[in-house]
């Protein structure tokens, strides 16, 4: 079956950051494009990162459904440089939630 998602480039301190996602898994994923079915892609872009040394990458992704169901979240990447001089990718992943105000926003009475 299959779960697709929007990927879309947030902010990245490689402006060719697309193309070398292109190059190392055969398409764009980014943009204008349909929803796809990237399973791998914290890996693949950690990948990336690692072999064009992209320093910072922030990726948003919206799950397939509507608004109030859809899983949607943002991905912050960063490349750092430890002090045996091996490069590592870190990544933070940030869920948007809806959430239930303990107040109503709103109340109306009828008559």
Known sequence: MGYYTRFEIKESSDPDFA?????????????DTDEVKW??????????????????????GQGEGDRDE???????????????????VSMMEFKYELRVPEEPTRVREFR
């Open 19 to 31: 193309s070398h996602v292109e190059d190392v898994i055969g398409y764009v994923p980014f943009g």
């Open 70 to 88: 859809a899983d949607i979240w943002d991905k912050v990447f960063d490349r750092e440089v430890d002090g045996d001089g091996e490069a590592i």
């Open 39 to 60: 399973y791998e892609h914290e890996d693949d872009i950690a990948r990336v990162m690692l072999a064009y040394e992209v320093d910072h990458v922030e990726i948003h």
